[in-house]
Structure formats: structure tokens, C-alpha cells
């Protein structure tokens, strides 16, 4: 069976289609993808939400609620405790924030786009297992990924190294060279010392991968050039610098060699310069090139293609626009054959789309469901983020809860709706419904059922 490109671009590239998608999308597949790697705009569903700073700010507020919620509960005034517990406050807002996001990506027009970010969430994962990081994983996709979808590796790199999401998560808040001044007025106390974590986990994950050679020593030294990269406490705001604060006193001085150069940069420069090299060195070009392919194309995708995208990488010093370009416009990420298993969260935003779901109830549904599935939003069991390939999401258990998802989803459609399971299949599948399946839902009993029997079936399941 062929299939067309116009459906590949929206399921195989975007979030699945919509009704009318298709249609819209026409006779220009590349340039319906391309035209969404242009400058960021914002988006009116945000409008209006705390920034990272507010967060801290509210972080701060609820300690202190929680702080007094315990002595009195110490006291016997359970009432009391009550009433300035402020748990509920902070799961309101992370709740707010998953909904707007879910619903931003059933309503958006621009399905690549909206991957991508997610995809790049993925890459710089933080999990909201960890309490004091939970507050700033959707901010720090808002703040720091949204706005370098389409710009620059290297200013995403550092957006995202520096805020407090990361920071926090990856604990360089807390991080502080043995040879700083804080360290040394701290003498004989209990110290806090150097923290590796943040610096690994870049080299490792976020930049050039696992095998690209570096040793111990490049990682100590990185973690040494980036300590005093911190978040502000109250007594620092006022100040104007956000979330973000440089602790020149948690520095480590002096110069530092990593990864066979050498930075002699005062204070915060020097971890920039790092990143800056990091940025651009052919081991993250050819490190994310694959993982931008293996999320988009297959498992498996094809090397030449992966070489050509690491390519325009180097040459183009990480434009990760021309990167993407690249590979939409290399026949080699369009092969038929190719295909990848959705994962839980494509799996239930395409629903959501296919379906016209888009309430709030549809919406926190969603999220319940993606969480029963294994991919609960923003808790990933570790900063390599959530699997990619088909053998992460495609056991028998996972198969048989995914056929349960589908009719609680299904069972959400309005009775007495003007649309049959066919023809909602032609509109969000097009060429991509086999003739099994269109048999299935001409057959099915209730709208409903038939609904139910397309999100499960295997055309609807692979993002071709």
C-alpha cells in the first residue's frame, strides 16, 4: 500500500492529523514541514503564566506555608494546619500548566513543530519525581526550548543549562569548587563541595554522547568551570536577573581543561566557552543528528542520512532549522518501509486529535491515561528521558492496556454525532487505512466501537 506523503507529514513528522489536516496540508508535504521551523511565535494559551522567577517566588511562599503548617500541627491546631497547608497551591499550578500544554498540542496547526519541542523536552529530560525541580519542568520547556526550536543548539544549550529546572534537578544549585571562597570561609564546617552531576549528564546526554571519549577528568573539570551557576534565592531578587544567579564566591578559580582544550575565561564565561565548543564539536552534531532521526524516520534510520544531517550540523554551526531541513527534504526520511511505534503521548495528543477531544475533561483524561501507559508527562525514571524505539512501549501488557485506552477514549465521543468510524478514518489516516481496517469500522456496531477498533489498529498505532 502506498502511501502518501501529504499523510506521512502529519503523522510521521507531525502530531497526527485533525479533521480537515490533510486537505490543508495538499500537495506540498516539504513545505508545509519547512514552514514551521521559522521564527517562534508566541502562543496565546501561555499568555499569563508565572515565569521561572514567579515559581521560585511562590517555591519560596509555600516552604514557609508548609514551615508553619507543621508547628502548628506540633501545637494540636489541626484546624489550623489546614487551612495554611499549601500543597494544594502548588499541585493547582503543575496541574494548569500539563493541561494548557496538552491542549496546546491537540489545537496546534503546527504538529512538526509542536514534536520537536517535545522531543527536545525528551533530550533535556528533568523529572517532576524529583520535588524540588517538579515546579519548573514545564516552564523550562515554555522558556527555554519553545523560543530555539528553530534557532540555534547552542542558545537552547544554554537556556536550558541555566535554568533553575536543570540546575535544580541536576543539583548545581548546590555546587561549589573546593578552592572557592565560599569554601574556604566555610572551612571546618560541613561542606557541600563539587557536584558533578549537571556536568556528566551534559557531556553524556545532552552534548556529545556517550562514546565520544572523554574521560573523568574532562567531566571534573567541567563541573569545576560551571560551579556558582545557581538559582536566586529571595534575598538575591531585585536584582533583575531572573531565576538564574552566578555565585562568583561558589566559583572555582583558576583554568580548566576539558576535553582537549583549555579556558582560561573568568567566572561564568568559563563554562559558556565550554558549552559554546560542546555545542558545535562533530561528536553532539552526529549524537543528535541520530536521535533527531530515530525519533522521526525509524529506529533504525538509514546512516547516510544521519551523516548528512550531522553535515549541515558542522556547517552551519547547529542551526537546527537546517538541520531539519535536511533531513524533511532527504528522500531517505520519507522511505515507506520506515516506521515508528507511537509512544504513549503521541499515542493519546493524536487521539485527542483525531477525535476532536479537546475539553478540559478530555484533556486531564489524557494525562491519566499517558501515565497508565507509562509515559506519565515529565516524570521520565532518569535524566536519559523517555524511550524511543518501539521495543520501549510495545509488550503485551502495554498493547492490551493501549486497546483499553482507546474505548475509554472512544466512549468520550458525543452520541448521536454526525460521523462514522470510515469516514473519521479517511480524514486522519487517509492512505494509510488498509482495507482490514476500513472493513472493521464499516462493520462496527456503534460509533463509538468503531472508533475504538481505529485507534487500536495497527494504522493507527505506527506513524508511517
Known sequence: MAISRTVSAANRFGLGARAGELQRIGN???GWLLAQLGVAQPIDAF???PDSAGYLDLYVQVQ???KQMRELKAAGDLDAARRVSGRDGLRRAMQQELLLRQGVAVASEQGFRERLVRFWSNHFAISVDKHVAALFAAPMEREAIRPHVGGRFVDMLLAVERHPGMLLYLDNAQSIGDDSRMATRRAGARKRGLNENLAREIMELHTLGVNAGYSQQD???FA??????????PNDRGSGSGAFVFRATAHEPGARRVFGSTYRQPGEEQGVAILHDLARHPATARHVSMKLARHFVADAPA??????MARAWLASDGDLAQVCRTMVEDDRAWVAMDRKFKTPEDFCVSALRACGLDGQRELALSLRLQGQLGQPVFQPRSPAGFGDVAADWGGPDALFKRVQAAQTLAERLPTGIDLTPQVLGDAVLGS????QTATALRRAESVQQGVALLLASPAFQWRT
Open 28 to 30: 506540498d508535504p516539504r
Open 47 to 49: 499568555a499569563g503564566l
Open 64 to 66: 514557609k506555608q508548609r
Open 219 to 221: 567531566v571534573t573539570e
Open 224 to 233: 569545576r568551570a560551571i560551579t556558582g551557576w545557581s538559582v536566586a534565592r
Open 303 to 308: 546512516p547516510a542520512l544521519v551523516e548528512r
Open 432 to 435: 494509510a487505512l488498509d482495507a
